[in-house]
C-alpha cells in the first residue's frame, strides 16, 4: 500500500510526470506560436497555403544546369520549377565541390605527411591558411577579386585555341550536342563499366582460389575506354561538339563570345565551386592524415618485414584500415559543403536559398512556406546521410574483431 | 693467459682510434637537407626507384617554384609593391597607375594601405559614434585581460576571475556597449524581486518541513526558481540604471565589434543550453531523448544561412504583436540556437567518455541525478571537451561572416561596404582589404586553434597517468 506523497520517491512516476509536463511544454509553445503567427498573418492579411507553387514566376535566372533541364522561361514557368532548379544547382555544385575536395583533400592529407620537407610545408601551408580564413571571404575572394579582374566581355583570355577561353562573363567550352544515336553509346558505356566491376569482382575470386593474378584494373579501363571508342565509331559518330565562338573583329557590340556557341559556365558558379572546393579540401586534408596517423606503426612495420613494398603497403595494408577511421568524418564534410554551398546566396549563383528563399519569396511573400520547403531539402540531405553513416558504422563494426 | 696488448704485437692498435665526425648525411644542416629533402630523390638502384626519384624531384622543385612565387606575390602585394601613405590626401588617386591618372608606373599591383587606414575605425566599430569608442575598447580590454587571466595557469584566483568573466562581465558589457537605461519601470522589478525574495524564503521553510513532507520534497526546485527569478530581476533593474552614457542602437554597431559579440555571445549562451541537450540526448527519459535528438538533428541539418534567415524573416512573426527584437538580437538568437546544437554534441563526446563506475561512485554515495551531473560528471566532462568547444567557437567565429548576409555589418560585411565608397575606387581596392581582413581572421582562429591544440597536449598528458 502506498500514500500519495510516496509517488515522489519511485522513480518511474516522477520521470512519467516530468515527461508530460515536457510534452504540455511542447504543445503549449507549438499553441503559442502558431496562434501568435495566424494573428500576424491575418494582420498582414495573408494566409497560408501552396498554391503559389502553380504560379508563374517573373524573373530571369542566370543560365546553369538547372534552367536547361528544366527548360526554364520567364512568365511560362512556376515557382515550383524555380524550386526544383534551386535545388539541381545546389547538388550540381555540392557533387563537383565533393569530387574536387576529395581528391585535392587526399592528396594534401598525404603531402603532409611526406618526408620531403618542401612537399610537407607546402601542405601544412595551405591547409592552416585555408581552414582560418572563413569561407565567405574566400568567396568574395575568388569572385570580387580574381574572376571581376578577367578581360571584359569584349576581350577573353584563351586557354585553349578555338575551344575553351574565359572572361568576365564566364568560361566557355565546347558542349556535347548529342545526335541520334547517341543514346546507344551511352548505353553501352553504361554496360562496359559494370562489365569492367564484373571482370574486377571474377579477377578477385579466381586470385582466392588459383592465386593466379589478372591485371583486372587495367583490363576494365580498356574495355570502357576502346569499347565505347568502338560502339561510338560504329554509330557514326552520333555526338556533335558546339565549339565557342569569339569575335574580336566586326561591329563593337557584337564582339565578345557569341551567344548559344559552345557551353558557358557562369563565374559565380566557377567562384563557389573553387571556394568549396578548397576550403573542405583543407578540413578533409586533415582528416586523412589523422587517419593515417591513427594507423599504428607496427602495421607497416609488419608489412616491411613482409617483403611487401611501400606503395603496396600503403594501398593493402594501411589504408583499407585507415578508411575506418576517415570515412565518418569525411561524411560529415560532404554534408558540411552542401550545407555551404548555400553561401552562394552573397553573390548570387542560383542555388536553393538565392532564388528560392531569397528572390521568389521577395517576389511571392510565403515566409514560412517557402523557408519550410527550403530546410526540407537540405534536412532530406544531412538524414540520408546520417543513415549512411549509421549503415557504414555498422558495416565497419561487424570487420573488426 | 696474456693479453693482446702486452704481447707488443705489431698489428695490434695500441691507442683509440680517433672520433671521426658523423656522416654527413645524418647530422647538422647537410644531414637535414639530406634526410629532409634529397634522400626521396636519389634512389637510382633500379628503374621503377629512379622514376620515382625524379618525379619527385620535378615535384618537389614544382612545388617550391609554385609556393615561392604565391609567398613573394603576397609579400609584395603587402609590402614592397604597397602604397603606405597618402600625405597629400588625394584618396583613390594615390592608388592610381599613370594609365588611370595616377602616378604609380603601368601594371602597379599593391596593397593600398592609406585606404584600409582611412576605413580602419568602420572595420574595427562600425558607426559607433567616435567620442564613445573608449566604451567599447574598455570592453574588449577588460575582457581580454579577463579571458588571459583564466588561461594563464599560474595566476591566483583564475576560478573567481572566470566566473566573474561568466557572470559580471556580461552584464557590464551590455551596458557599455549599449549604454544601460532600458525603459523597464523600477516598481515593476522591484514587485518582481519581491516576489522571488518570497519563493526563496517559501523554498527555505519547506527545506525545513515547515511546510508538510510533499513540499519539502521540492524545496531544492522551488528555492531555485526562486534565484531564477531574482537574479532576472537584478539584472534587468541594473540594466535600466540611467549610468549616464548615451544609449547606442545596435545599428550603429558593425565590424570586429560585432563579429567578437556575435561570436562571443553565440558560445556563452550556448553552453547551457548545450549542456540541458546533451544531458537530454543521453537521459534515460524517452520523451526527453526523442526531444532532444530531433532538436539537435534539426538545427545541424540546416545550413547556418537558413537559420538566420529564418531568424530575420520568420521570428517576428511567431512573436505576439508588439514584441519586437532588433536585428543583432534576432541574428543572436538564431546564432545561439545553432550553436548550441552543436555544443551539445561536443558535450556529448565528453559525457560518453567518461568511465561508468563515475556513475555509479556517485550513486552508490547517495548523490541525486542533478548533484551526480554539476559534482561529479560535468567538471569532468567540461574539462574533457575544452578543446572541442574551442574548435567549436572557431568554427563559429568564422561563421559569424554569415550575419552580413542579412544585413548586419560584421568585419566582412564592413569591408564589402567599404569597397563600394568610390572615393577611394582603385584596381586593388577590394583585394587590399580582403588581404587585411583575412589576416585578422586568420591570426584570431590561428591562435585559438594553437591554444586548442596546446589544452589537447596537456590534458591527454594528465588523463595519462
Known amino acids: 500500500m502506498s500514500r500519495p506523497s510516496s509517488l515522489i520517491y519511485d522513480r518511474q512516476a516522477r520521470s512519467l510526470v516530468f515527461q508530460v509536463l515536457l510534452i504540455l511544454a511542447l504543445v503549449f509553445g507549438a499553441w503559442w506560436l502558431g496562434s501568435n503567427t495566424l494573428v500576424n498573418l491575418a494582420a498582414q492579411g495573408k494566409t497560408l497555403g501552396f498554391g503559389f507553387l502553380t504560379q508563374t514566376s517573373g524573373f530571369q535566372i542566370n543560365a546553369t544546369l538547372g534552367t536547361w533541364l528544366m527548360e526554364y522561361n520567364v512568365g511560362s514557368s512556376t515557382y515550383l520549377d524555380v524550386y526544383v532548379i534551386g535545388i539541381i544547382n545546389t547538388f550540381l555544385v555540392a557533387a563537383l565541390g565533393i569530387i574536387g575536395a576529395t581528391i585535392l583533400g587526399f592528396t594534401m592529407g598525404i603531402m603532409r605527411l611526406s618526408k620531403n620537407f618542401v612537399i610537407r610545408s607546402f601542405a601544412t601551408v595551405y591547409v592552416e591558411v585555408l581552414r582560418n580564413i572563413p569561407l565567405l571571404l574566400q568567396l568574395f575572394f575568388w569572385y570580387f577579386a580574381v574572376l571581376r579582374s578577367l578581360p571584359n566581355r569584349r576581350g577573353q583570355i584563351e586557354i585553349f585555341e578555338g575551344a575553351a577561353g574565359i572572361n568576365i562573363t564566364g568560361l566557355y567550352l565546347p558542349a556535347p550536342l548529342p545526335q541520334d544515336g547517341a543514346g546507344i553509346v551511352g548505353v553501352a558505356f553504361i554496360v562496359f563499366v559494370i562489365a569492367a566491376f564484373w571482370i574486377g569482382s571474377w579477377a578477385k575470386k579466381r586470385q582466392y582460389e588459383t592465386g593466379q593474378r589478372f591485371p583486372a584494373f587495367w583490363a576494365g579501363v580498356a574495355i570502357i575506354f576502346f569499347g565505347t571508342a568502338l560502339v561510338y565509331f560504329v554509330m557514326g559518330q552520333p555526338i556533335d561538339w558546339s565549339f565557342p565562338v569569339f569575335k574580336d573583329t566586326g561591329p563593337l557590340l557584337r564582339r565578345g563570345f557569341q551567344i548559344g556557341n559552345g557551353m558557358a559556365i557562369i563565374p559565380e558558379f566557377i567562384a563557389v565551386w573553387l571556394a568549396l572546393t578548397l576550403y573542405t579540401a583543407a578540413f578533409i586534408a586533415e582528416i586523412v592524415r589523422a587517419g593515417i596517423l591513427a594507423i599504428a606503426k607496427g602495421q607497416t612495420e609488419a608489412s616491411y618485414s613482409l617483403g611487401i613494398r611501400p606503395g603496396t603497403t600503403l594501398r593493402l595494408v594501411i589504408i583499407p584500415q585507415a578508411l575506418r577511421v576517415i570515412i565518418p568524418p569525411l561524411t560529415s564534410q560532404y554534408l558540411n559543403l552542401t550545407k555551404n554551398s548555400s553561401l552562394a546566396v552573397a553573390i548570387a549563383y542560383p542555388e536553393l536559398v538565392s532564388i528560392f528563399a531569397g528572390t521568389a519569396l521577395n517576389q511571392v511573400g510565403k515566409e514560412i512556406e517557402m523557408i519550410g520547403m527550403m530546410m526540407i531539402v537540405y534536412l532530406t540531405f544531412s538524414l540520408l546521410t546520417a543513415a549512411f553513416m549509421n549503415w557504414f558504422n555498422a558495416r565497419v563494426k561487424l570487420v573488426e574483431r | ?465
Open chain 2, 1 to 465: 693467459m696474456a693479453n693482446a696488448r702486452d704481447k707488443n704485437y705489431e698489428f695490434v692498435r695500441r691507442e683509440d682510434a680517433p672520433i671521426l665526425p658523423p656522416p654527413a648525411t645524418e647530422a647538422g644542416i647537410t644531414g637535414w637537407l639530406w634526410q629532409n629533402i634529397f634522400v626521396s630523390m636519389a634512389d637510382y638502384t633500379s628503374i621503377g626507384a629512379g622514376i620515382r626519384s625524379l618525379l619527385m624531384a620535378i615535384l618537389s622543385v614544382l612545388i617550391l617554384y609554385f609556393g615561392g612565387t604565391q609567398i613573394y606575390a603576397l609579400i609584395d602585394f603587402t609590402i614592397f609593391s604597397a602604397v603606405f601613405s597618402d600625405p597629400e590626401g588625394i584618396k583613390r588617386e594615390a592608388c592610381w597607375t599613370v594609365d588611370q591618372g595616377g602616378v604609380l608606373p603601368s601594371g602597379w599591383h599593391g596593397a593600398c594601405w592609406p585606404f584600409v587606414v582611412a576605413k580602419q575605425k568602420f572595420l574595427l566599430y562600425g558607426a559607433y559614434p567616435a567620442e564613445d569608442l573608449w566604451r567599447v575598447n574598455l570592453t574588449g580590454l577588460v575582457g581580454l585581460v579577463g579571458m588571459v587571466w583564466v588561461m594563464i595557469e599560474k595566476l591566483p584566483y583564475r576560478r573567481e576571475v572566470g566566473a566573474a568573466m561568466l557572470t559580471l562581465y556580461p552584464l557590464m558589457a551590455f551596458i557599455l556597449l549599449t549604454g544601460g537605461n532600458s525603459d523597464a519601470e523600477f516598481s515593476n522589478i522591484g514587485i518582481w524581486l519581491v516576489i522571488g525574495l518570497a519563493i526563496i524564503s517559501a523554498g527555505r521553510l519547506g527545506k525545513r518541513g515547515f511546510l508538510g513532507p510533499t513540499f519539502a520534497e521540492f524545496a531544492t526546485l522551488i528555492g531555485f526558481t526562486g534565484w531564477v527569478f531574482l537574479i532576472f530581476n537584478a539584472v534587468r533593474g541594473v540594466a535600466a540604471v540611467d549610468f549616464g552614457l548615451e544609449p547606442i542602437d545596435t545599428r550603429d554597431w558593425g565590424g570586429l565589434l560585432i563579429t567578437l559579440v556575435v561570436a562571443i555571445t553565440g558560445i556563452v549562451a550556448s553552453l547551457p543550453l548545450g549542456i540541458i541537450l546533451a544531458l537530454g540526448r543521453r537521459s534515460e527519459m524517452p520523451v526527453a531523448r526523442l526531444l532532444s535528438t530531433i532538436f539537435i538533428e534539426f538545427w545541424r541539418g540546416i545550413p547556418l544561412i537558413t537559420v538566420l534567415f529564418m531568424a530575420s524573416v520568420m521570428l517576428p512573426l511567431f512573436m505576439p504583436e508588439g514584441v519586437n527584437f532588433d536585428n543583432l538580437l534576432r541574428a543572436l538568437i538564431g546564432v545561439m540556437l545553432f550553436s548550441a546544437a552543436y555544443m551539445a554534441e561536443v558535450i556529448r563526446g565528453g559525457l560518453q567518455a567518461i568511465d561508468k563506475g563515475q556513475y555509479e561512485g556517485a550513486q552508490a554515495m547517495g548523490l541525486s541525478y542533478w548533484q551526480t551531473m554539476r559534482l561529479v560528471i560535468l567538471p569532468q566532462a567540461l574539462t574533457h571537451v575544452i578543446p572541442g568547444i574551442v574548435n567549436t567557437f572557431i568554427g563559429l567565429f568564422k561563421d559569424t561572416t554569415l550575419v552580413s548576409i542579412v544585413g548586419i555589418f560584421d568585419l566582412l560585411g564592413a569591408a564589402q561596404s567599404t569597397i563600394a565608397d568610390p572615393s577611394w575606387s582603385s584596381h586593388v581596392q577590394a583585394l587590399s582589404v580582403y588581404v587585411y581582413v583575412a589576416l585578422l581572421f586568420f591570426v584570431f582562429c590561428f591562435g585559438m586553434s594553437r591554444y586548442s591544440i596546446y589544452m589537447e597536449n596537456k590534458l591527454s598528458k594528465s588523463r595519462s597517468h
